[in-house]
């Protein structure tokens, strides 16, 4: 019996329809567009208004025409792994939530919190599913109301991050197509730097945690930003040295849209030129959980049967990873 890999044969992804511009951020926080331009590449997110919505209810419509473009049915899926640093509630599980509104009676599943490198870390662990036989049809979602936990008078953070979810589908493959290798790493001496101080069982929501604005993302800039310049690149360059592949070999490279900077300087390190680099950050921002499936959806007919696609990604914990997959359809 040939290797059984576990194929993504179908993505899709959705964006709410409110747009925050870079000058619409100019009449809330100190900036303007040529400061945010410059320095993350990003001039417009998008953000889910209105009353009740949660990380879900973007998900239901990625998922829902994911499952038309592929002919099946919500019934069909078995396993759902939600990749989220947002979820509806603390619990229950956001996986488990999606499964009962898109009617995925069959299905069990789990949220998986790995910060920005979450989708990535749920291919990995999604495909293990596939490869040992024990599951046919994985789910993998990666999304974020980013907007729920972020202070829009902090600049550090409200010009960066956007709303936005996005899926992909595994299944096995005996023709030696899908998830061929990955690299995931971890280092938590990076919670000071890139977190959420309140919420959780250290720090408990109070009247004290609220008035300081505790429940809101912190990022330390410039640190976060110097180590992820360079575990990013070099954990892509590292997989491509670990499967004998040279720039040339690469179809396309699709990185975590964090910073702009960040996406050159893993092009430049691998030495895969940027007209092969997924880039949509000028338009949805850095989504967390959501970009490397929606840069998977917008990419998706560029893709060729067989091409060499490289991912990367880094997050707060700090967790940052690679995973190199060839394309199935």
Not at 76 to 89: A, G, H, K, R, S
Not at 124 to 147: N, P, Q, W, Y
Not at 162 to 174: H, M, Q, R, S, V
Not at 239 to 245: E, H, Q
Request: aromatic share 10%; with cysteine.
């Amino acid at each position: 019996m040939s290797k059984i890999h576990a194929a993504i044969t179908a993505v899709h992804g959705y964006v709410p329809e409110y747009v925050l511009t870079n000058q619409e951020l100019e009449t809330m926080v100190e900036t303007n567009d040529e400061w945010i331009t410059s320095r993350t590449g990003i001039k417009e997110r998008r953000l889910l208004k209105g009353e009740g919505l949660a990380t879900s209810d973007m998900a239901v419509p990625a998922v829902q025409t994911l499952l038309k473009k592929r002919g099946i049915t919500a019934e069909e899926i078995e396993l759902i792994i939600f990749c989220t640093t947002t979820p509806d509630m603390p619990f229950p599980a956001t996986a488990n939530i999606l499964a009962d509104k898109i009617g995925a009676k069959n299905a069990w599943g789990y949220d998986l919190q790995a910060a920005c490198s979450g989708f990535l870390f749920g291919l990995a662990t999604g495909a293990s599913f596939i490869e040992s036989g024990r599951h046919t049809k994985v789910l993998v979602v990666g999304g974020d109301k980013m907007s729920s936990i972020i202070n829009y008078e902090d600049r550090a953070t409200c010009i960066i991050f956007g709303d936005g979810c996005g899926a992909a589908l595994l299944e096995p493959n005996f023709e030696g197509y899908g998830v061929q290798d990955s690299i995931l790493k971890s280092d938590g001496a990076g919670r000071n730097f890139l977190n959420q101080k309140a919420g959780g069982s250290l720090k408990p929501a109070s009247h004290e945690t609220v008035d300081a604005k505790e429940h809101y993302a912190f990022q330390e800039g410039k640190t976060v930003f110097k180590f992820a310049v360079t575990n990013m690149a070099n954990v892509a360059a590292e997989i491509m040295d670990r499967n004998s592949l040279t720039a040339d070999d690469i179809a396309w490279l699709v990185p975590h849209q964090a910073n702009k900077r960040i996406i050159d300087a893993t092009a430049e390190r691998t030495g895969i030129s940027m007209d092969k680099v997924a880039v949509n950050i000028q338009r949805y921002g850095n989504t967390t959980n959501g970009t490397l499936p929606l840069c998977l959806w917008e990419w998706e007919d560029k893709f060729k049967k067989g091409d060499n696609i490289i991912l990367a990604a880094f997050g707060g914990g700090f967790t940052w990873g690679s995973l190199y997959l060839k394309w199935a359809y």
